[in-house]
């Protein structure tokens, strides 16, 4: 399983276009203000009307008023909890991010940063981290659905992790490390039962509105490493939210 899933993006994904490309962003709609412009005609001569025109008739400006549709106004989706059923809010091709605090952590330090999406990082027990962001995922997305999508994304990533091995869980959303934040909703796989396997955890989220997906993956020697590394990603790694 850990071979596969840490081989994300390249082989099958790289075989199904567009879905797991290099970080790219695709800017989503936005909301624009419609400005009026108003127009006047100046003069000093004074004319004769002919009385064959027809009357000039005016009417009373109307001012445009702005609307701001649901999933534009990042500020207010940054500001709340992230469920599931919450996903629709973002708006349509407006990726997240990941954010890189895990290079803060105490033990912890940078392997590579921001290679084609991806972040890898160690610690000093022998503990792994991979942060991933992907775009243009829409084609793995279940329409409106975030939770199925994630299912169809961890699937898409290994065929046999089946939706009843995955447990849900939760990133900080924003906010920075140490603060209180609000919290994005994920599934986690985890694995490494077998002996000599590595103890590991997977996080993930496909976001169907706004198509883009997170990935998180932690891989220690034993269980006990695991379960303080996983504390050191859930305090200090955290989904961005998109800023339009």
């Known amino acids: 399983m850990e071979g596969r899933l840490e081989a994300?993006?390249?082989?099958?994904?790289?075989?199904?276009?567009?879905?797991?490309?290099?970080?790219?962003?695709?800017?989503?709609?936005?909301?624009?203000?419609?400005?009026?412009?108003?127009?006047?005609?100046?003069?000093?001569?004074?004319?004769i009307p002919?009385?064959?025109?027809?009357?000039?008739?005016?009417?009373?400006?109307?001012?445009?008023?702005p609307?701001?549709?649901?999933?534009?106004?990042a500020a207010a989706v940054a500001a709340q909890d992230m469920p599931f059923a919450a996903g629709g809010t973002l708006a349509e091709g407006s990726?997240?991010?990941?954010?890189?605090?895990?290079?803060?952590?105490?033990?912890?330090?940078?392997?590579?940063?921001?290679?084609?999406?991806?972040?890898?990082?160690?610690?000093?027990?022998?503990?792994l981290a991979s942060a991933k962001v992907r775009t243009n995922q829409s084609a793995l997305a279940v329409a409106g659905d975030d939770k199925?999508?994630?299912?169809?994304?961890?699937?898409?990533?290994?065929?046999s992790i089946l939706p009843a091995y995955l447990q849900p869980g939760t990133l900080r959303w924003g906010g920075e490390p140490g603060a209180p934040a609000p919290a994005v909703e994920v599934l986690v796989f985890t694995g490494g039962d077998q002996a000599g396997a590595r103890a590991t955890a997977v996080y993930a989220r496909l976001f169907s509105t706004s198509g883009s997906s997170i990935y998180l993956s932690v891989s220690c020697p034993?269980?006990?490493?695991?379960?303080?590394?996983?504390?050191?990603?859930?305090a200090w790694t955290a989904v961005i939210p998109p800023s339009a």
């Open 148 to 159: 199925a999508s994630t299912e169809a994304l961890f699937q898409y990533l290994d065929a």
């Open 8 to 47: 994300w993006p390249a082989g099958r994904a790289a075989r199904k276009a567009g879905l797991f490309g290099a970080r790219s962003v695709r800017h989503g709609g936005k909301a624009f203000l419609a400005l009026a412009a108003a127009a006047a005609l100046a003069g000093c001569s004074i004319g």
């Open 50 to 65: 002919d009385p064959a025109a027809s009357p000039i008739t005016s009417s009373a400006p109307a001012l445009a008023t």
């Open 95 to 127: 990726p997240v991010q990941l954010s890189d605090g895990l290079r803060e952590a105490p033990g912890w330090k940078p392997v590579t940063e921001n290679v084609a999406g991806a972040s890898e990082y160690v610690k000093d027990d022998g503990c």
């Open 67 to 73: 609307t701001i549709t649901p999933g534009h106004d």
């Open 222 to 234: 034993d269980a006990a490493t695991l379960a303080a590394a996983r504390a050191d990603a859930e």
